[in-house]
């Protein structure tokens, strides 16, 4: 096999390409010319509705516009203390566990991750608590699992989802307590006149409602706030906390570079109670670290699009209906791009940005590709940034004996046994 080939799955002709030129060529084409496959919408549907991620066209333009405003720099600065409000239980939590235990025991970080980074989406983009949202939150991960689980009989999915399955059942019962916990919270957040209600932080869900009663999407108004709530829920919380979890993974691993990131957290986290913009900004080895553990670990390991038109990528014709596949694992790891260290964690390879770590710079792909780009990096960033310094000051990690090393695809690359790392308090 080599950099662009050709192989059937389930039907379906798959057109894989890992090769420079062609990847960047793939960015050209419009999201109206290679869009998101159809039977991703299908499989996709119950956890991510007809949200931003599965719609192509004008309605994704309509979608995009809607909702990306919200994520801008300037809206993502007045998310900051809120922010430090879900990190503080997170650290609290903590600091009691090794307090009882003497200093340091083993964590299994995972769940601690997830809901903090769920209680940042809750608060930041839907103007309530986690504790508050922890249902929708719970649903959501049961129905990553099911999905992922109904993605191991490929080629058989499309047939299986209609079967009288407990896994079904379960999926579409799921499916609509989401539904109706969504529009609670969208209705709770209108008072009866129709005025928004302004006492909380929840810009995304009014642009969200009030973008459903445009005239640019294909469905109805309560579609359109479920699906994107659903995606904003689901992709804004669970990439940003597994990402977190691989973080602390490789520096517990590399003690080197945890003490130099703690030495850079400690000195612009001192005598701090909040982080600003600025703060954040001279965070650069943690930076570094961040990048490289998406580059090793990229939450969403396969780009998919359809060829919804003819088009040509490279020297290809590519027909109408042939899936365009990019793995991101490939390009991240590909020694010709990064060097023969490619599959080592070396942070530092990003000292001068992403354009200095790799040539060409477009197969660096954590957060997507040209139109199609990750509305939410900002927010990523700025809650990885901010979380990893809090943590990096009070805490050190190094690995567990009982840690089985073993990434599994459940739509996000996860730590198949969970993330347990020795945590000792400083």
Not at 57 to 63: F, H, S, T, V
Not at 142 to 154: G, M, N, P
Not at 290 to 305: D, H, K, V
Not at 327 to 340: A, I, Y
């Amino acid at each position: 096999m080599g950099s662009v080939f050709l192989y059937s799955s389930g039907g379906r002709e798959i057109l894989h390409v890992s090769q420079p030129d062609m990847v960047k060529d793939i960015d050209h084409w419009t999201p109206s010319e290679l869009g998101k496959p159809n039977y991703l919408k299908k499989t996709r549907k119950a956890l991510l509705g007809g949200g931003l991620l599965t719609v192509n066209g004008d309605e994704w333009a309509y979608q995009r516009k809607t909702m990306a405003p919200e994520f801008f720099m300037d809206k993502i600065k007045g998310m900051i203390q809120l922010i430090e409000d879900a990190t503080a239980p997170l650290l609290e939590a903590w600091e009691n566990i090794l307090d009882s235990a003497g200093g340091s025991t083993e964590i299994v970080v995972d769940d601690y991750l997830r809901n903090m980074s769920a209680d940042v989406i809750a608060r930041a983009c839907f103007g309530s608590s986690f504790a508050k949202g922890e249902e929708i939150f719970c649903m959501l991960r049961k129905l990553q699992k099911a999905i992922s689980q109904q993605d191991a009989f490929v080629g058989l999915s499309a047939l299986w989802k209609h079967l009288p399955t407990k896994s079904n059942r379960e999926i579409r019962n799921l499916v609509e307590k989401v539904r109706l916990l969504i529009l609670e919270l969208a209705k709770a957040n209108v008072n009866e006149n129709g005025a928004e209600n302004a006492a909380t932080h929840n810009g995304l869900l009014r642009a969200i409602v009030n973008g459903a009663h445009g005239a640019g999407h294909g469905g109805t108004a309560e579609d359109f706030i479920v699906g994107n709530c659903k995606t904003i829920y689901f992709a804004g919380h669970e990439t940003t906390a597994v990402t977190a979890i691989w973080c602390l993974m490789l520096l517990a691993k590399h003690p080197e570079w945890q003490e130099r990131a703690r030495i850079e957290a400690l000195e612009v986290c001192h005598g701090r109670s909040t982080l600003d913009v600025d703060a954040l900004h001279r965070l650069k080895i943690l930076t570094m670290v961040i990048q490289e553990t998406l580059r090793l670990y990229p939450p969403a390991s396969l780009m998919m699009r359809e060829a919804l038109t003819d088009i040509k990528i490279g020297d290809l014709d590519v027909p109408r209906g042939t899936i365009v596949q990019v793995t991101r694992s490939m390009l991240h790891l590909d020694k010709e791009v990064w060097g023969p260290d490619a599959e080592e964690f070396r942070p530092g390879r990003f000292a001068n940005g992403v354009a200095g770590a790799c040539k060409p710079a477009h197969l660096y792909t954590p957060f997507g590709l040209g139109h199609r780009t990750c509305i939410g990096q900002n927010l990523a960033m700025t809650e990885l940034k901010l979380v990893l310094a809090r943590l990096l000051s009070r805490f050190a990690f190094s690995p567990s004996p009982t840690y089985r090393h073993a990434p599994v695809f459940r739509l996000t690359i996860e730590p198949g046994f969970g993330m347990p790392l020795v945590a000792k308090k400083l």
